[in-house]
T-cell receptor, first 112, second 115 residues
Framework: EAQVTQNPRYLITVTGKKLTVTCSQN?????MSWYRQDPGLGLRQIYY???????DKGDVPEGYKVSRKEKRNFPLILESPSPNQTSLYFC???????????FGSGTQLSVL | QQQVKQSPQSLIVQKGGISIINCAYE??????FPWYQQFPGKGPALLIA?????SEKKEGRFTISFNKSAKQFSLHIMDSQPGDSATYFC??????????????FGKGTKLSVKP
């Protein structure tokens, strides 16, 4: 089954403790992206990647890192999480830009 | 110029009624306009999309109307059903340039269809 898999689904952590949210897709998609969803603010892009070893900042990249060492994986790294990074995070991928974007099921992160 | 403004923020419709959600954009270079549907606890999923060479696209009960001169597009849900209750996001992107393909999302509309 074609899918984007994120882990974990729920995560509670404390300020300053480094964490990684994994994202993997099995559709051989070149384009991958991370979004955060906050009430009243919609979906805001954090980082995106057009292909392996190519990443770029989205609208809200501060406090986040990403890497794209393999085509299928695009982890999101929070080196020193802060409470304002409490949010619902989505990973997404597509074969070609301006075509259907496939989203993962989301990761609900709480930073205390 | 990169914003997509969506309204209303929330919408309550009776079963069988028509739901209408509107979006407006500034960047005339945008050339792809999708709508995504999100149910609670799920990721958004593509519902329907339009490109600016047509003024309307229909798929079942869902229709996108596109007005290029006004820089507006809207989603119409005919014969709305309780199962349509979800959050809807409009989006826009362009096919060229440094940010090609990056979707700019509206802030979402929470639709509730009452039985």
């Amino acid at each position: 089954e074609a899918q984007v898999t994120q882990n974990p689904r729920y995560l509670i952590t404390v300020t300053g403790k480094k964490l990684t949210v994994t994202c993997s897709q099995n559709m051989n998609h070149e384009y991958m992206s991370w979004y955060r969803q906050d009430p009243g603010l919609g979906l805001r892009q954090i980082y995106y990647s057009m292909n392996v070893e190519v990443t770029d900042k989205g609208d809200v990249p501060e406090g986040y890192k990403v890497s794209r060492k393999e085509k299928r994986n695009f982890p999101l790294i929070l080196e020193s999480p802060s409470p304002n990074q409490t949010s619902l995070y989505f990973c997404a991928s597509t074969a070609h830009t301006n075509e259907k974007l496939f989203f993962g099921s989301g990761t609900q992160l709480s930073v205390l | 110029q990169q914003q997509v403004k969506q309204s209303p923020q929330s919408l309550i419709v009776q079963k069988g009624g028509i739901s209408i959600i509107n979006c407006a954009y500034e960047n005339t270079a945008f050339d792809y306009f999708p709508w995504y549907q999100q149910f609670p606890g799920k990721g958004p999923a593509l519902l329907i999309a339009i490109r600016p060479d047509v003024s309307e696209k229909k798929e079942g009960r869902f229709t996108i109307s596109f007005n290029k001169s006004a820089k507006q597009f809207s989603l119409h849900i005919m014969d709305s059903q309780p199962g349509d209750s979800a959050t809807y996001f409009c989006a826009a992107s362009l096919s060229y340039g440094g940010s090609q393909g990056n979707l700019i999302f509206g802030k979402g509309t929470k639709l509730s269809v009452k039985p």
